[in-house]
């Protein structure tokens, strides 16, 4: 086109104009420079830009001049009309460029048509319009008042905000005559300002200065600023604070909680700011032990408890209190806090078991010690005091032995079976308000004494057994319960073999043990034998419990066994009474089948109810089982005999007949009412005869029974001997009663009769008596064998035990005293002597038995205790030998009796409030009034006699007895008048083995005693360092004896001991008290105390000491202190009742630091003990300096340099100073400056300690590049004081910050067709490095169509470099990339979206030039045919599309009608495209339509494009098919219709000869179809007759013929349908079993030649839809394997064809997997090419005629 290459040229030649204009800005300088000052007003006019850049007067506004700021704020802007530079906003170079000089701002410049971009540079000047500042308006200095003249204190400058002359300072001073300025200037640390003391300071005078200064700038006029300067003048510390006391108490209960304010204690301090401030701690505390149980709070001054405080550990604390200031040195105070501890009641009781002697056996005596207790209260006073109770109060109780000492003794007697363990609680209760209690649990278990005989539940026992049990089968269990427990209570079971028995039929008596036996061990009763109730009915017998104790005791229970019956015989049948023969026996009665053959006679005519039999039976059972009934087996239904139930008496039921024949025979079942049922049957046989000859029969049987007669000759024997067996049964029935009723009679007199069968040892027997409570109280156990005898609930128990002396009880008959009671072996509990029972009834038993046992020692050892629980030996010894049985029974029953207690002359018992100590001494006295009496009076007539028997040893050894019992007294009653306590003394440190005391001799024990009765030593709570000598029961030292470690401070030291002795058991108590010695020197808490002293205190002034500790008591305690000579300090000691001994140092003479900065002094601390011992602790003085130096640094100026990527935390530089004062004046630490601002404290950080500058935040060169950092180094003084330095931090510069690309302009869409050259964005470029790291180059990616130019430094155009074609590319993705020439480079990426704006430069265009369109007749009107389409790539209207039918040259031949336009037929859519269908079409009018379809644009100008349609008409079957005659017309054609109607039929005649063969043609049957290709396609079928005719049609041929039966057709359907089908000749498919019929139109060949198989698939169907498999018949020749099948058949009448696909013989696939449709064309030239011309006009024929057309 002519017009697109004129502009392509004009737009070229554009560009060159461009690149000229390029050129020449390149080669000016590309840049307009202005300059306007600062603060100039908004529409100042800085220059005329739009002249200066060449433009017309129109032109800006015409190509919109505009300015574009990069980054900030320009302040200016282009004016619109005229295109000058005009100042817009405020104009403030500080804000703009800081303090960079000078100030030039960059600009850039746009207009457009074309678009370009222009340079402008804006310097902006200065002017003085910003006065000097200073960081603050009042700046505060702290001056030390010790300050020396000349001290230089660095001051913060002002700083300007101006540059130039502007910003050049000078400052000045208000006048002084303390202070003075000092400005100092150098090249290397700049500008420094310095305020100098002139004059030293005096806080007294003037404590703060007040001063002003004044900082000057250098314009015209110059601006001033000022800043206040407060200088606070320091205060030294030179007054210590002071209490208002020197000693405060303080009382303080011990139930104090935690917290608990004790006192508060107050200080005050006359010096200014810190050295007034004081604080508070405590300093010592006494006892050391207490150091965490109180604490001060360091401000207020307040003392709390913090632990707990008990009054029984430490009853008081001495604390020393200090208040120190916090002046430099820091002086203190001092004072002393006595704090008193309060008792309370805090403490429960407690209850220590020392002792405890269990188990207790059940007949222990009354009074027996049980278990010793010690009792106590750590609490004093009211609150100590214990008083102590038992619960239960029975059967034990509480008797106080001594001071916190009990005994638990027993005070009633004890019984195991009843209480078998006591749960004892000893209560304890204080005195204190309130009262506090304390128990303490006993169990108290009770030994088992064997005095309980087993014990059956019931006396007599019923067991019920079956007869016929098993051996062996348990038959009952029997239990007898013994409450003893162990082997006592320990059970074992036996059957009484003594007169227990069975009587036995035919046996007599049999023992019971041959019957049943019991389990030893767990009762249970087993039957030896099995049980016959015929043989026995009842069996009684005794079963017999015996325990395991000794001795042991028995107890007898009756069981009487019952068998019962069980059905194990059946019915006897007896012979007829009279026992006349006939009787007859077919089986025996144990058989339970046994039968009898009866006969008997009756009459013609007897009447209905007549007796003719009876049948007697007997059964062996007893009871149900024996009850028989009788049943009439034969004849069954309704006879003329029937027979009683229970009677067995046969008889008529109706009158007898001549019909019922001469005979009769009767069967009858004899049973038992048994489980099972047992019979027996009888046969009788009744003969029917004449009247007389009944009556004849009758008399010759005689005595048979009425109408009876033997059945055989043997009949009368056996009669006689049924007659003898019920003779035996009413014998044995008798027997068996009389048993029965023996055994009764029997068991009753077991039952109620005594026994006395007892069996005893070989010896002379003892008799052992038990009580009703079962107690036995002999202690020595021996094998016994023991009876239970009749009479109360719970009967005595006589033992007979071999080889005992005889009992001390009084005679007893022919008995004495000294041989004791004779006792016949069988005793009952009336033969006991009384006495025995008096003295287990006596109240006061305990005391009796103490008696015993404090004399046993003197004669020969323990006693032996009779049954009656008497002593044997010793009781012989004193009531017997002594004759004092008498006396000393009256003792005891009365009890001990106080002296001077007899009233009317008589004397009052001791009761049980008198004191415990007393009663053991006056049993004495009694026994030797009584030894006394026995010796001096004359003894009685019948104890002469008895006397002179006795030899002279007995009266010897009496009399020592009586020496024994007087020794007794006089110790015991030393004993109570001493307390009933021992007390020895010991010195401390003795040494193990030393002798305390003999105390076995000093508690009355002989020689041999301690160890015999084992004398021991219990401890309460602490070690006590001592012990009893087990062979001379003397108390000895043991261990180390330390006074200190057992009682502390505490005086006198006093251990108080418990010693046991036993047998019996018994408690004394000793008191050992262990003197002190002088063991221990005085000891100092440490061997070394520093003291720190300022060099300025005062002489006078007092240091306190803490005083050295004895461990020891008394005069070893008393302590005095000396001090080494020195002429500085001197030993003050003050001794007060209430302060105790405080000791001080104190100062006589100043100090001074450089004479002598320590001093070492000694304190010596010497006891009062003999001799006395010493300890020393040296005191190391050390004089604290005064702070007058403050610290230096080495240089004034520091100097570092850092890379900007330096990470934090990098170490910069290490800053030192020194300092030349002592001690903390010496420590520097250093910190940043007050004036140091917060930016830099966050980047930047110092180690206060080691002066170490770090790197803490991340630098960035191009924020700020160097930093100036004012740094103070300051001791920790009092005052403190400093030195300063300055620090400056050059950053460098690193590749840190990538390139950065904007886009300043943006021209888009681009047109397709715009011009090379054309600019389409502007960008600007830039990197914040400095040199090389900020120098960029840029490139764009791709390279095509567009190119980078370089307008300016950092200025890049983007141009177009090649045409545009929108179709091909619509948008570009353009990346622009910037590179640094750092090392490593970074690089920046930019992406730019381009988009191309459409041109119309394309017509739409379809995608076949051809369509060719398939449409059915008959279709619908309006029926959518075909979709067309055209593509236009243009967009929006360019590329929108309208369609319409061209006119021309659309038309079509109409048979009968001649040519029509296309538009008559059919129309499309204008929008969519779609094809549609005028009118209904018509195959056989219309076949084919062409014609044209025209798409156009809605383009400027509209571009379209063309395609032809062609429209092919599809025949569809709506003709029926036409028969034709005959061919010739010969005779016998009639029609039956017109073709047209489709229902036609033709009537035709045929004829064939007889042995024609098979496969003969007949007929030919001709019909013909108005339709064409499938729907023409005819095929024929014989309807009549069905079946296997002689005769078949051709499928296509229609010749009627033979058919072959070697045919098969088989196909499989897939994905279609989901089951199989057949084809067979009808060309119908058949979905499976059941499945419905398709008529389907079927497919061939189209050949000549016969063919492997044929195809039906569905027509239409679609790819894949099926598939088929084939089998063929074995009888075609022309099939050699399933190789050959066709692999392309055709549709008639349709441009498509199906393809099969093979697959090899042996495949598991179907032959054919899916069907294909091609064009029928395309086909044949691929057949043409495989099989020749000959095959292929083969298969294009239409109906085959042949014969193997049908195949």
């Given at each position: 086109?002519p017009?697109?290459?004129?502009?392509?040229?004009?737009?070229v030649?554009d560009?060159?104009?461009?690149?000229?204009?390029?050129l020449?800005?390149?080669?000016?300088?590309?840049q307009?420079?202005y300059?306007?000052p600062?603060e100039?007003?908004?529409?100042?006019?800085?220059?005329?830009?739009?002249q200066?850049?060449?433009?017309?007067?129109g032109e800006?506004?015409?190509?919109?001049?505009r300015?574009?700021?990069?980054?900030r704020?320009?302040s200016?802007?282009?004016?619109?009309?005229?295109?000058?530079?005009?100042?817009s906003s405020?104009?403030?170079?500080?804000?703009?460029?800081?303090?960079?000089?000078?100030?030039?701002l960059r600009?850039?410049?746009?207009?457009?048509?074309?678009?370009?971009?222009?340079?402008?540079?804006?310097e902006?000047?200065d002017?003085?319009?910003?006065?000097?500042?200073?960081?603050?308006?009042?700046?505060?200095?702290?001056?030390?008042?010790?300050?020396?003249?000349?001290?230089?204190?660095?001051?913060?400058g002002?700083?300007d905000?101006d540059?130039?002359?502007n910003?050049q300072?000078s400052?000045s001073?208000i006048?002084?005559?303390?202070?003075a300025?000092?400005?100092?200037?150098?090249?290397?640390?700049?500008?420094?300002?310095?305020?100098?003391?002139?004059?030293?300071?005096?806080r007294?005078?003037?404590?703060?200065?007040?001063?002003?200064l004044?900082a000057?700038d250098?314009?015209?006029?110059?601006?001033?600023?000022?800043?206040?300067?407060?200088?606070?003048?320091?205060?030294a510390?030179?007054?210590?604070p002071?209490?208002?006391?020197s000693?405060?108490?303080?009382?303080l209960?011990e139930?104090?909680?935690s917290?608990?304010?004790v006192?508060r204690?107050?200080?005050?301090?006359?010096d200014e700011?810190?050295?007034?401030?004081v604080?508070?701690?405590?300093?010592s505390l006494f006892?050391q032990?207490g150091?965490?149980?109180f604490?001060i709070?360091?401000?207020s001054?307040?003392?709390?408890l913090?632990?707990?405080?008990?009054?029984?550990?430490?009853?008081?604390y001495?604390?020393?209190v200090?208040?120190?200031?916090?002046g430099?040195?820091?002086l203190s105070?001092h004072?002393?806090?006595?704090v008193?501890?309060l008792?309370?009641n805090d403490?429960?009781?407690d209850?220590v078991?020392?002792?405890?002697?269990v188990?207790?056996?059940e007949d222990a005596a009354?009074?027996?010690?049980?278990?010793?207790?010690?009792?106590?209260?750590r609490?004093?006073?009211?609150?100590?005091?214990?008083?102590?109770?038992?619960?239960?109060?029975?059967?034990?109780g509480?008797?106080?032995?001594?001071?916190g000492?009990?005994s638990?003794?027993?005070?009633?007697?004890l019984?195991?079976?009843?209480?078998s363990?006591?749960e004892l609680e000893?209560?304890?209760?204080?005195?204190?308000?309130?009262?506090?209690?304390?128990?303490?649990d006993l169990r108290?278990?009770?030994?088992?004494v064997?005095?309980?005989?087993p014990?059956f539940?019931?006396?007599?026992y019923?067991?019920?057994?079956r007869?016929?049990?098993?051996?062996?089968a348990?038959?009952?269990?029997?239990w007898?319960?013994d409450?003893?427990?162990?082997g006592?209570?320990?059970v074992?079971?036996s059957?009484?073999?003594s007169?227990?028995?069975a009587a036995v039929?035919?046996?007599?008596w049999?023992p019971?043990?041959?019957?049943v036996s019991v389990?030893?061990?767990?009762g249970?009763?087993w039957?030896?034998?099995?049980l016959d109730?015929?043989e026995?009915?009842?069996?009684?017998?005794?079963?017999?419990?015996v325990?395991?104790g000794?001795?042991?005791?028995?107890?007898?229970?009756?069981?009487?066994?019952?068998v019962?019956?069980?059905n194990?015989?059946?019915?006897v049948l007896?012979?007829?009474?009279?026992g006349?023969?006939?009787v007859g026996a077919?089986?025996?009665?144990?058989s339970?089948?046994?039968?009898l053959?009866?006969?008997?006679w009756?009459?013609?005519g007897a009447?209905a109810?007549?007796?003719?039999?009876?049948?007697?039976?007997?059964d062996?059972d007893?009871?149900y089982n024996?009850?028989?009934?009788?049943e009439l087996w034969?004849?069954?239904?309704?006879g003329?005999?029937?027979?009683?139930?229970?009677s067995?008496?046969?008889?008529t039921?109706?009158?007898?007949?001549e019909?019922?024949g001469?005979?009769?025979r009767?069967?009858?079942?004899?049973?038992?009412h048994?489980?099972?049922?047992r019979?027996a049957t009888a046969?009788?046989s009744?003969?029917?005869?004449?009247?007389a000859?009944a009556a004849?029969v009758a008399?010759?049987?005689g005595?048979?029974g009425?109408?009876l007669?033997?059945?055989?000759?043997?009949?009368l024997?056996?009669?006689?001997?049924?007659t003898?067996?019920n003779v035996w049964?009413?014998?044995?029935?008798?027997?068996?009663s009389s048993?029965?009723?023996?055994?009764v009679?029997?068991?009753?007199?077991?039952?109620?009769a005594?026994?006395?069968?007892v069996?005893?040892?070989p010896?002379?027997?003892?008799l052992?008596?038990?009580s009703e409570v079962?107690?036995?109280?002999?202690?020595?156990?021996?094998?016994?064998?023991l009876?239970?005898t009749?009479g109360?609930g719970?009967s005595d128990?006589?033992?007979?035990?071999?080889?005992?002396?005889p009992?001390?009880?009084p005679?007893?008959?022919?008995?004495?005293?000294g041989?004791?009671?004779s006792v016949?072996?069988?005793?009952s509990?009336?033969?006991?002597?009384?006495s025995?029972?008096?003295?287990?009834?006596?109240?006061?038993?305990?005391?009796?038995?103490?008696?015993?046992?404090?004399?046993?020692?003197k004669?020969?050892?323990?006693g032996i205790?009779?049954?009656?629980?008497r002593?044997?030996?010793?009781?012989?010894?004193?009531?017997g030998?002594?004759?004092?049985?008498?006396?000393?029974?009256q003792l005891?029953s009365?009890?001990?009796v106080?002296?001077?207690?007899?009233r009317?002359g008589?004397?009052?018992p001791?009761?049980?409030?008198d004191?415990?100590?007393?009663?053991?001494p006056?049993?004495?006295?009694k026994?030797?009034?009584?030894?006394?009496?026995?010796?001096?009076l004359?003894?009685p007539?019948?104890?002469?006699?008895?006397?002179e028997?006795?030899?002279?040893?007995?009266?010897?050894?009496?009399?020592?007895v009586c020496?024994?019992?007087l020794?007794?007294?006089v110790l015991?009653?030393a004993w109570?008048?001493v307390?009933?306590?021992?007390r020895y003394?010991?010195?401390?440190?003795?040494?193990?083995?030393?002798?305390?005391?003999r105390?076995a001799?000093?508690?009355?024990?002989?020689?041999?005693?301690?160890?015999?009765r084992?004398?021991?030593?219990?401890?309460?709570?602490?070690?006590a360092?001592v012990?009893v000598s087990?062979a001379?029961?003397?108390?000895v030292v043991?261990?180390?004896?330390?006074?200190?470690?057992?009682?502390?401070k505490?005086?006198?030291c006093?251990l108080?001991?418990?010693?046991l002795?036993?047998?019996?058991?018994?408690?004394?108590?000793?008191?050992?008290e262990?003197?002190d010695?002088?063991?221990n020197a005085?000891?100092?808490?440490?061997?070394?105390?520093a003291?720190?002293?300022?060099?300025?205190?005062?002489p006078?002034?007092?240091?306190?000491l803490?005083g050295?500790?004895?461990?020891?008591?008394?005069?070893?305690?008393?302590?005095?202190?000396?001090l080494?000579p020195?002429?500085?300090?001197?030993?003050?000691?003050?001794?007060?009742e209430e302060?105790?001994?405080?000791?001080?140092?104190v100062?006589?003479?100043?100090?001074d630091?450089?004479t002598?900065?320590?001093?070492?002094?000694v304190?010596?601390?010497?006891d009062?003990?003999?001799?006395?011992?010493t300890?020393t602790?040296e005191?190391v003085?050390?004089?604290?300096?005064?702070?007058?130096?403050?610290?230096?640094?080495?240089?004034?100026?520091?100097?570092?340099?850092?890379?900007?990527?330096s990470e934090p935390?990098t170490?910069l530089?290490t800053?030192?100073?020194?300092?030349l004062?002592?001690g903390?004046?010496?420590?520097?630490?250093?910190?940043f400056?007050?004036?140091v601002?917060?930016?830099?404290k966050?980047?930047?950080?110092?180690?206060e300690?080691?002066g170490?500058?770090?790197?803490?935040?991340?630098?960035?060169?191009?924020?700020k590049?160097?930093y100036?950092?004012a740094?103070?180094a300051?001791?920790?003084?009092?005052?403190?004081?400093?030195?300063?330095?300055?620090?400056?931090?050059?950053?460098?510069?690193?590749?840190d910050?990538?390139?950065?690309v904007?886009v300043t302009?943006?021209?888009?869409?681009?047109p397709?067709?715009?011009a090379v050259g054309?600019?389409?964005?502007?960008l600007?470029?830039?990197?914040?490095?400095s040199?090389a790291?900020?120098r960029?180059r840029?490139?764009?990616?791709?390279s095509?169509?567009?190119?980078?130019?370089?307008?300016?430094?950092?200025?890049?155009?983007?141009?177009?470099r090649?045409?545009?074609?929108?179709?091909r590319v619509?948008?570009?993705?353009?990346e622009?990339r910037a590179?640094?020439?750092?090392?490593?480079?970074?690089r920046?990426s930019?992406?730019?979206?381009v988009?191309?704006?459409?041109?119309?430069?394309?017509?739409p265009?379809?995608?076949?030039?051809?369509?060719t369109?398939?449409?059915?007749?008959?279709?619908?009107?309006g029926?959518?045919?075909?979709?067309?389409?055209?593509?236009?790539p243009?967009e929006?209207g360019n590329?929108?599309v309208?369609?319409?039918?061209?006119?021309s040259?659309?038309r079509?031949?109409?048979s009968?009608v001649?040519?029509?336009?296309?538009s008559?037929?059919?129309?499309v859519?204008?929008?969519?495209?779609?094809?549609?269908a005028?009118?209904?079409?018509?195959?056989?009018e219309?076949?084919?339509?062409?014609?044209?379809?025209?798409?156009?644009?809605?383009?400027?100008?509209?571009?379209c494009?063309n395609?032809?349609?062609q429209?092919?008409?599809l025949d569809?079957?709506d003709?029926?098919?036409?028969?034709l005659?005959?061919a010739?017309?010969?005779?016998?054609?009639?029609?039956?219709?017109?073709?047209?109607s489709?229902?036609?039929?033709?009537a035709?005649?045929?004829?064939?000869?007889?042995?024609?063969?098979?496969?003969?043609v007949l007929?030919?049957?001709?019909a013909?179809?108005a339709d064409?290709?499938y729907n023409?396609?005819l095929?024929?079928e014989?309807w009549?007759?069905?079946?296997k005719g002689?005769?078949?049609?051709g499928?296509?041929?229609?010749?009627p013929?033979?058919?072959?039966?070697?045919?098969?057709?088989?196909?499989?359907?897939?994905?279609?349908m989901?089951?199989?089908v057949?084809?067979e000749e009808a060309?119908?498919?058949?979905?499976?079993?059941?499945?419905?019929?398709?008529?389907?139109?079927?497919?061939s060949s189209?050949t000549?030649?016969?063919e492997a198989?044929?195809v039906?698939?569905p027509?239409?169907a679609?790819?894949?839809?099926n598939?088929w498999?084939f089998k063929?018949?074995?009888g075609?020749?022309?099939?050699?394997g399933?190789?050959?099948?066709?692999?392309?058949?055709?549709?008639p009448g349709s441009?498509?064809?199906?393809?099969i696909r093979?697959?090899?013989?042996?495949?598991?696939i179907?032959k054919?997997d899916?069907i294909?449709?091609?064009k029928?064309e395309?086909?044949?030239?691929?057949?043409?090419?495989?099989?020749?011309?000959?095959?292929?006009?083969?298969?294009?024929?239409g109906?085959?005629?042949t014969e193997?057309?049908?195949?």
């Open positions: 086109m017009k697109a290459a004129m502009a392509m040229k004009m737009g030649c560009g060159a104009l461009v690149v000229v204009l390029q020449a800005w390149a080669l000016v300088g590309g307009v420079r300059s306007v600062e100039a007003k908004a529409g100042t006019v800085v220059g005329r830009l739009a200066d850049l060449g433009l017309e007067a800006p506004e015409a190509r919109r001049l300015l574009v700021s990069q980054g704020r320009a200016v802007e282009v004016s619109g009309a005229s295109g000058a530079l005009v100042v405020r104009l403030d170079r500080e804000e703009l460029c800081g303090k960079s000089a000078p100030c030039s600009l850039e410049v746009l207009v457009e048509r074309p678009l370009r971009v222009f340079h402008v540079e804006l902006v000047t002017i003085n319009d910003n006065a000097p500042v200073f960081p603050a308006a009042r700046k505060n200095l702290s001056i030390a008042e010790m300050s020396l003249p000349g001290s230089r204190f660095p001051l913060e002002a700083s905000a540059v130039g002359p910003a300072l400052y001073l006048p002084s005559e303390h202070f300025l000092d400005l100092q200037k150098n090249e290397e640390e700049g500008e420094s300002l310095f305020l100098v003391l002139r004059k030293p300071l005096d007294e005078t003037m404590p703060i200065h007040r001063l002003v004044t000057s250098g314009g015209r006029p110059p601006l001033t600023g000022t800043m206040e300067l407060v200088i606070s003048v320091l205060d510390n030179d007054n210590a002071q209490f208002n006391q000693v405060y108490k303080v009382q209960p139930n104090s909680e917290g608990t304010i006192y204690v107050t200080a005050t301090d006359l700011g810190t050295n007034r401030d604080s508070y701690s405590l300093q006892p032990d150091r965490d149980v604490g709070d360091r401000n001054g307040e003392i709390r913090q632990g707990d405080i008990d009054f029984e550990d430490i009853g008081v001495r604390l020393q200090d208040a120190a200031d916090q430099s040195p820091p105070g004072c002393k806090v006595v008193e501890v008792d309370v403490n429960a009781p209850v078991v020392t002792s405890l002697s188990p207790v056996p009354v009074g027996t010690v049980v278990a010793l207790l010690s009792v106590s209260d609490d004093s006073g009211a609150n100590g005091r214990v008083r102590c109770t038992v619960w239960p109060p029975a059967p034990f509480l008797v106080s032995t001594f001071a000492s009990y638990l003794v027993l005070r009633e007697a019984d195991r079976e009843r209480v363990e006591y000893v209560r304890a209760e204080d005195g204190g308000a309130p009262p506090l209690r304390a128990s303490r108290v278990p009770v030994s088992d064997n005095d309980n005989a014990a539940a019931q006396a007599v019923t067991v019920l057994a007869e016929n049990n098993a051996a062996g348990e038959l009952a269990r029997l007898a319960r409450p003893d427990e162990a006592n209570g320990r074992s079971y059957v009484a073999e007169g227990v028995g039929s035919g046996v007599g049999r019971a043990s041959s019957y389990d030893a061990e767990s249970r009763l039957a030896l034998q099995p109730y015929e026995l009915q009842v069996l009684q017998f005794e079963v017999r419990a325990d395991a000794e001795p042991a005791l028995c107890g007898n229970t009756t069981v009487q066994l019952f019962l019956d069980e194990d015989n059946a019915p007896l012979p007829p009474a009279g006349g023969p006939g077919a089986g025996s009665a144990a339970g089948a046994d039968s053959a009866l006969w008997a009756a009459s013609w009447p109810g007549q007796v003719l039999a009876k049948i007697r039976a007997v062996a007893s009871g024996a009850w028989l009934r009788y034969e004849p069954r239904g309704k003329p005999f029937r027979v009683g139930l229970y067995g008496e046969v008889s039921t109706r009158a007898l007949e019909a019922d001469p005979l009769q009767l069967v009858i079942v004899v049973r038992d048994g489980e099972p049922a019979s046969t009788l009744v003969s029917l005869v004449e009247g000859e004849l008399t010759s049987s005595s048979l009425a109408g007669r033997p059945a055989q000759s043997g009949a024997a056996a009669a006689s001997a049924a003898t067996t049964l009413v014998v044995a029935i008798c027997v068996v048993l029965f009723l023996l055994a009679v029997l068991y009753g007199a077991a039952r109620w005594p026994r006395s069968a069996l005893s040892g010896g002379p027997a003892t052992v008596c038990a079962g107690s036995w109280s002999y202690s020595q156990r021996q094998s016994r064998s009876c239970v009749d109360a719970k128990l006589m033992v007979f035990s071999p080889n005992f002396p009992p001390p009880c005679s007893v008959g022919n008995g004495s005293a041989k004791g009671p016949s072996p069988v005793a509990a009336a033969s006991v002597p009384s025995c029972v008096e003295a287990e009834n006596g109240d006061k038993r305990w005391y009796y038995d103490w008696m015993i046992d404090t004399v046993r020692t004669h020969q050892g323990p205790r009779d049954e009656c629980g002593v044997s030996r010793i009781d012989n010894i004193l009531c030998w002594l004759g004092l049985e008498n006396e000393f029974a005891v009365q009890g001990p106080l002296p001077g207690t007899q009317g008589q004397s009052r001791l009761a049980e409030a004191a415990v100590g007393h009663q053991v006056l049993l004495a006295v026994t030797l009034e009584a030894c006394e009496r026995r010796q001096l004359p003894e007539a019948s104890d002469r006699a008895a006397a028997n006795r030899a002279g040893p007995d009266r010897c050894e009496a009399m020592g020496v024994g019992a020794l007794v007294l015991q009653l109570v008048l307390g009933g306590q021992v003394s010991v010195p401390e440190e003795a040494k193990a083995g030393t002798v305390v005391g105390l001799q000093d508690l009355g024990l002989e020689a041999s005693e301690p160890e015999a084992r004398l021991r030593l219990v401890s309460q709570g602490r070690r360092s012990e087990g001379s029961g003397a108390l043991s261990s180390r004896l330390d006074r200190e470690e057992l009682c502390g505490s005086a006198p006093s108080r001991l418990e010693v002795v036993e047998r019996p058991l018994r408690v004394f108590h000793v008191e050992l262990v003197t010695i002088n063991d005085p000891v100092f808490s440490v061997k070394e105390e003291h720190n002293i300022a060099e300025s205190s005062l006078g002034s007092r240091f306190p803490e050295a500790s004895d461990a020891d008591v008394g005069a070893n305690a008393q302590l005095s202190y000396s080494s020195s002429e500085h300090f001197g030993l003050d000691i003050q001794k007060t302060e105790g001994e405080s000791l001080f140092l100062l006589r003479k100043s100090l630091r450089e002598m900065p320590i001093h070492h002094l304190l010596t601390a010497t009062g003990g003999r001799p006395p011992l300890s602790v005191l003085i050390s004089v604290l300096d005064a702070n007058d130096n403050a610290p230096q640094f080495n240089q004034s100026v520091y100097k570092v340099k850092v890379l900007e990527s935390g170490l530089i800053l030192s100073a020194t300092d004062d002592e903390i004046s010496s420590d520097v630490m250093y910190l400056s007050k004036h601002t917060t930016e830099v966050e980047m930047f950080s110092i180690d300690n080691k170490e500058m770090r790197l803490r935040g991340n630098l960035d060169y191009e924020e590049d160097s100036e950092i740094i103070e300051r001791d920790k003084g009092f005052p403190p004081l400093s030195g300063h330095c300055r620090l400056v931090v050059e950053v460098l510069d690193v590749n910050n990538a390139p950065e904007w302009s943006l021209s888009v869409p681009v397709e067709d715009a054309t600019v389409v964005a502007l600007s470029v830039s990197d914040r490095d040199g790291n900020g960029v840029c490139t764009v990616w791709p095509a169509p567009f190119d980078l130019v370089s307008t300016f430094a950092g200025s890049h155009s983007l141009v177009l090649e045409a545009l074609d929108r179709e619509s948008e570009y993705d353009v622009v590179e640094d020439g750092g090392s490593p480079p970074l920046a930019r992406g730019l979206r988009p191309v704006s459409d041109v119309n430069d394309n017509a265009a379809f995608a076949q030039a051809v369509y369109v398939l449409a059915r007749e008959n279709n619908a009107a029926a959518e045919l075909a979709r067309l389409w055209a593509r236009d243009d929006a590329g929108r309208s369609y319409s039918v061209a006119e040259g659309g079509a031949a109409v009968g001649g040519w029509r336009p296309a008559s037929y059919v129309s859519d204008a929008e969519s495209g779609r094809l549609w005028l009118q209904p079409l018509d195959y056989e219309l076949q084919v339509l062409q014609f044209e379809v025209r798409a156009v644009d809605a383009g400027e100008p509209a571009l494009g395609a032809t349609v429209l092919f008409v569809e079957n003709n029926a098919p036409v028969l005659p005959p010739g017309g010969g005779p016998g054609a009639k029609a039956a219709g017109s073709a047209a489709g229902a036609d039929s033709l035709l005649w045929a004829w064939a000869t007889w042995g024609a063969p098979a496969g003969q007929a030919k049957i001709r013909v179809d064409s290709g023409a396609w095929r024929y014989l009549e007759p069905r079946g002689p005769f078949r049609v499928l296509y041929s229609g010749e013929k033979h058919p072959n039966p070697d045919w098969r057709y088989s196909a499989s359907l897939r994905a279609g989901q089951s199989a057949h084809m060309g119908i498919l058949r979905g499976g079993p059941g499945g419905p019929d398709q008529q389907w139109p079927t497919v189209a000549t030649e016969p198989g044929e039906s698939p027509v239409g679609g790819v894949n839809s598939s498999t063929f018949g074995p075609n020749p022309k099939q050699s399933p190789g050959e099948l066709p692999d392309k058949f055709i549709i441009p498509a064809i199906i393809s093979q697959e090899p013989p042996n495949s598991q179907d054919s899916f294909t449709f091609g029928k395309e086909t044949k030239k691929k057949k043409k090419k495989k099989k020749g011309n000959k095959t292929q006009e083969k298969k294009e024929k109906n085959s005629t193997n057309s049908d195949q």
